[in-house]
């Protein structure tokens, strides 16, 4: 008697059924998506989301459901240059995977790769560090409506940039995170922070092991107040030791925002 049925588990195993034996094994994801229309990577209910949109796409596929870990969350809005995802299935024998799911996939998410790896990676807690990249243009510009801030108001970059030596002196981002949010520990290491010009932008890059909940956003949201001599670096240096983040709540719309990459 054969079998036709494929079968997912959420951990890496052999079994044998009516003969047959299946070899579960992990698979990456690297892959990269426009968040505009979605809210965020992480599945919910009543609501579209990165992850959930690739896991229906490998049921059209397989005509199985398959769990998709992610390298972390992504808010509503957010872009990815480069996500990465790992999922558990019996071994895929289709070479064409990665251009049926593409065929599959709206145009705004992208499969790069899917190759197998060890047992013991996983996307989030393997990743050493991730790098945020915040874009803001400076006049009205069409082509980057949903991907960039809109910022005509001249920002002392000097200044900003001095903020961001003094925020690499800290490891609480308390007063960045989220309110809500479900963090154990409010530590992070940052290895780098920077805003340069390119062309008729300013870009906002960020480097560390890991982040907290809008923790990018509200760094340069409290960064552009600094820029605007709204706040000064004093300022700013209370706020961060405050840990605390009603101390100072602006943050920066979502859609300047990407993942820019995730390190392993």
């Known amino acids: 008697m054969q079998t036709n049925q494929k079968y997912f588990t959420s951990t890496p195993c052999s079994s044998i059924a009516l003969g047959i034996i299946f070899e579960v094994l992990k698979y990456r994801l690297k892959l990269s998506y426009n968040g505009t229309a979605y809210h965020g990577w992480q599945k919910q209910d009543?609501?579209?989301?990165?992850?959930?949109?690739?896991?229906?796409?490998?049921?059209?596929?397989?005509?199985?459901?398959?769990?998709?870990?992610?390298?972390?969350?992504?808010?509503t809005g957010v872009h990815a240059r480069r996500y990465c995802a790992h999922f558990n299935?019996?071994?895929?024998?289709?070479?064409?995977?990665?251009?049926?799911?593409?065929?599959?996939?709206?145009s705004d998410i992208a499969i790069e790769s899917c190759q197998s790896v060890d047992e013991s990676f996983h996307a989030r807690f393997s990743?050493?560090?991730r790098v945020y990249q915040y874009f803001i243009h400076t006049s009205k510009n069409p082509f980057l409506v949903n991907q960039s801030f809109c910022?005509?108001?001249?920002?002392?970059?000097?200044?900003?940039?001095?903020?961001?030596?003094?925020?690499?002196?800290?490891?609480?981002?308390?007063?960045?995170c989220k309110?809500?949010?479900?963090?154990?520990?409010?530590?992070?290491?940052?290895?780098?922070?920077?805003?340069?010009?390119?062309?008729?932008?300013?870009i906002f890059t960020i480097k560390a092991d890991?982040?907290?909940?809008?923790?990018?956003?509200?760094?340069?949201?409290?960064?552009?107040?600094?820029?605007?001599?709204?706040?000064?670096?004093?300022?700013?240096?209370?706020?961060?030791?405050?840990?605390?983040?009603q101390f100072h709540g602006t943050a920066v719309p979502a859609h300047g925002l990407f993942l820019w990459e995730v390190n392993y």
Not at 55 to 74: L, P
Not at 180 to 202: P, S, V, Y
């Open 46 to 75: 009543n609501a579209i989301s990165i992850q959930s949109t690739i896991e229906q796409a490998f049921t059209k596929i397989n005509g199985s459901v398959v769990d998709i870990v992610g390298c972390g969350r992504t808010d």
């Open 89 to 106: 299935s019996d071994e895929l024998q289709d070479s064409e995977l990665v251009y049926k799911l593409n065929s599959i996939l709206p």
């Open 127 to 129: 990743a050493v560090s």
């Open 151 to 176: 910022l005509t108001k001249k920002l002392d970059l000097d200044a900003m940039n001095q903020a961001c030596t003094l925020l690499m002196t800290y490891s609480d981002f308390a007063s960045f």
């Open 179 to 202: 309110k809500g949010a479900d963090n154990k520990t409010t530590l992070c290491e940052i290895m780098g922070a920077t805003w340069h010009h390119e062309n008729d932008q300013i």
């Open 210 to 245: 890991r982040f907290l909940r809008n923790m990018v956003r509200a760094i340069v949201g409290a960064m552009v107040d600094i820029g605007l001599k709204k706040i000064t670096l004093d300022d700013f240096r209370l706020i961060i030791e405050a840990r605390n983040n």
